[in-house]
């Protein structure tokens, strides 16, 4: 690409090289963790689904980094989903651009580098981790494919990164976005009724930041469905080359219908028709793109996890409703889904556990199951606790008898004992509510 054009384009995301501010948005929760990596020299990895919000969130940072006086013209932006660089992605696109940079822009001191979607780029550790062992240069790159960034930075980055996983918004967040903010267990009283109006919307359309933002019904419709056109097209069908796409998009649609309800491979084998490698593999991209997760069951028995198969939940109920079945027949599943979700952005292990009874969700802290997890969300009018619902909780996992026991309700608020247990009962709206 000729030097000329690669520097209008770069000029054309670099703004605040002679503006000196940038539009950064709305500060989403996770930039404080982002914020304390400035000064260390390991490369920051942001990996998270298409549209969660990645790029401002590097935005955030830039905006931090302006308002410390850092010269605007030290921090580099390369968009790589820049239709102008995709027929030449390659180590060499990078090091033109970067050399470019450097020749018409800042010829000398500390470069502060974000790049965005790198994985498009074959090769980009490489480069990456050169650079940063060479120069006085801090990098933060995003993605959109765990398994492909995870492969890459294990192989070239090992003890060079530091990763963090963004998500569509938090219900937090979600409220944040809507001008109300509830910090405190008295906002939560006072607010309570605009709080659960407003869980309802984020169950309903999911917590995607733009989608969050825009006003018309018709058009957070539209956004989500071109949002699953693109994670379908874009992050699954091209970067795996798929043919069969009739049968990926319909096992990702069932999938996304009957989330929070056990499958396995061989079940959808069987439902579409389709050998067990190409299920195994078109269940593997869709998790890969973020889409959607498996949870896996909790047992000591790694043969008996495996022949369990899994539950699989979507990484944001709205774009789960656009492409799915009716959602009022589903609230339960959708509580549960965000409940997940929840518990994904602040634990690594998460199961569930199915002996007798089945536990919705335990969660693993080292070698502890540190938390039970029950949701059951009924009709606000209905107060009494159906035993099934509890029976989880008679029976602590042997070892692990200390584990908090939680019931996630609608709007039933209370603590219980059951066969000698004790069951704090809260509502799902104010359990998103709390740190962890």
Not at 154 to 168: A, I, N
Not at 261 to 268: G, M
């Amino acid at each position: 690409m000729q030097t000329t054009k690669l520097y209008e384009i770069l000029s054309s995301y670099n703004r605040y090289w002679t503006t000196g501010n940038i539009d950064a948005g709305i500060e989403r929760d996770i930039l404080p963790d982002c914020l304390k990596q400035l000064d260390s020299r390991e490369i920051i990895v942001l990996k998270g689904v298409r549209r969660c919000g990645k790029s401002t969130l590097m935005a955030q940072v830039i905006r931090e980094l302006l308002a410390r006086k850092v010269q605007p013209t030290s921090i580099l932006r390369i968009n790589l989903e820049e239709p102008l660089f995709s027929s030449e992605y390659s180590v060499e696109l990078l090091e033109q651009i970067y050399r470019t940079y450097r020749e018409r822009v800042q010829p000398e001191g500390k470069c502060w580098l974000f790049m965005d979607e790198v994985q498009n780029v074959p090769g980009w550790e490489s480069w990456v981790r050169g650079r940063s062992e060479t120069e006085d240069i801090k990098i933060f790159v995003t993605g959109s494919s765990s398994q492909m960034l995870s492969r890459e930075i294990g192989t070239k980055l090992t003890g060079r990164h530091v990763s963090f996983e963004v998500y569509p918004l938090s219900f937090q967040e979600f409220l944040r976005f809507s001008n109300l903010e509830v910090g405190t267990e008295l906002d939560y009283t006072a607010r309570k009724a605009v709080v659960r109006k407003s869980f309802s919307d984020y169950l309903k359309y999911g917590g995607f930041p733009e989608v969050a933002l825009r006003e018309s019904t018709d058009d957070k419709e539209l956004l989500l469905k071109n949002y699953f056109e693109d994670l379908l097209y874009r992050d699954i069908v091209t970067r795996y080359e798929i043919r069969d796409v009739s049968n990926l998009r319909n096992l990702a649609v069932y999938l996304l219908t009957n989330v929070a309800k056990p499958t396995s491979i061989t079940k959808l084998k069987n439902n579409f028709n389709i050998s067990q490698d190409k299920t195994e593999n078109y269940v593997s991209a869709i998790m890969e793109s973020y889409l959607l997760f498996q949870l896996q069951m909790f047992s000591y028995s790694l043969k008996s996890t495996m022949r369990a198969g899994f539950k699989p939940y979507a990484i944001d109920t709205g774009l789960r409703n656009r492409v799915a079945f009716e959602f009022s027949e589903d609230m339960g599943w959708l509580v549960e889904n965000a409940i997940f979700c929840h518990l994904k952005r602040h634990h690594e292990e998460i199961y569930y556990h199915s002996n007798g009874s089945d536990t919705d969700f335990v969660v693993k802290e080292g070698m502890k199951i540190t938390k039970r997890i029950q949701v059951w969300y009924e009709d606000v009018s209905v107060t009494s606790i159906p035993e099934r619902e509890l029976a989880c909780f008679h029976k602590p996992l042997e070892g692990h008898e200390a584990a908090e026991s939680i019931l996630v309700t609608n709007d039933y608020e209370d603590v219980i004992d059951t066969a000698g247990r004790r069951v704090q009962c809260i509502p799902a709206a104010k359990y998103l509510l709390k740190g962890k």
